[in-house]
């Protein structure tokens, strides 16, 4: 079923547990973590950055492929696609191809614009049914080449944020998309938990899920995260599973090089990781 994410996050901060956020490139992708969503009975949001989405020739295509596979794979549980990290104009496209979520990243504008610009789309987004995710202070990292610096958000501009009518809110807590430096300082629970108490039951999201420790998940889910993002970490393990089978020259057996076979170490791989998340996350069951 394809779906806004708004009341499944409702329901995963009150459950305190989190929906995992996986970003897709293409069919296997889209494919391997569907069957996952539904073998686990687990809510799911699939993300696609602005990047992705012109790599799969647009986001009508997108939207065409993940609609008509819920219906041949028979998928039941919620599914919402969702824009990852959106510019203005890009949001408008989404709500155009039929996308049931969108992500406004007004986080390098000054507080001011980004706050005009996430009201305008709070309206138009919720007036078409889809939910709305905004963010303050920006994920450090770079992603399809959104680069930001990794500031944390200041809890009292999250809030006027979130008092816009928003669904979920992202926050800079020293969170870096890809995979952390050697010496990262670890996740800001002081913020989070200062983020938390101002906007109360705004769900929160928490972007650069690759490679954080299980500890600080669980933790970063009791402070009020209800939305984890994973994208960096599906890319590994399907590059590490591809690169195992052409490396034993599995695609020079047979008819190992038939894209079917080719691709499947990879796609079983992706499933794997998705399991793996969304049961630290809670969200198995849940659907
Ligand atoms: P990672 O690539 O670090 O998993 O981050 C994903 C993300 O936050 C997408 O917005």
Avoid at 211 to 228: H, Q, R, S
């Amino acid at each position: 079923m394809l779906v806004s994410a708004t009341e499944m996050l409702k329901k995963a901060k009150a459950g305190h547990y989190a929906v995992g956020q996986f970003n897709i490139n293409n069919l296997e992708w889209t494919k391997s973590i569907l069957a996952t969503a539904q073998e686990l009975n687990s809510p799911v949001i699939l993300g696609v950055s602005e990047g992705a989405g012109k790599y799969m020739t647009g986001f009508k295509t997108v939207t065409e492929m993940v609609k008509a596979m819920i219906e041949e794979m028979n998928i039941t549980v919620p599914v919402a696609l969702h824009l990852d990290h959106g510019t203005y104009e890009g949001c408008y496209k989404c709500i155009k191809a039929g996308f049931s979520s969108i992500m406004f990243d007004g986080s390098h504008y000054p507080i001011e614009e980004n706050v005009a610009k996430t009201k305008e789309l709070v309206s138009i987004a919720h007036a078409m049914g889809l939910s709305i995710e905004a963010e303050v202070g920006s994920i450090g990292g770079e992603e399809d080449g959104v680069v930001g610096a990794g500031e944390c958000a200041d809890p009292d501009e999250c809030k006027m944020i979130a008092d816009l009518g928003i669904d979920f809110l992202a926050a800079g807590i020293g969170n870096i998309h890809g995979k952390y430096p050697e010496n990262w300082k670890g996740l800001s629970f002081e913020t989070l938990a200062a983020i938390q108490e101002k906007t109360g039951e705004m769900p929160l999201v928490l972007h650069g899920g690759t490679g954080i420790p299980a500890d600080m998940i669980k933790k970063a889910i009791d402070l009020g995260v209800a939305k984890i993002n994973v994208n960096t970490e599906c890319q590994l393990s399907f590059a590490a599973a591809t690169r195992e089978y052409i490396e034993a020259g599995k695609d020079q057996q047979g008819k190992g090089f038939d894209p079917r076979k080719l691709l499947a170490p990879g796609a079983a791989a992706i499933k794997e990781t998705v399991k793996e998340k969304m049961e630290l996350f809670g969200s198995v069951g849940k659907a």
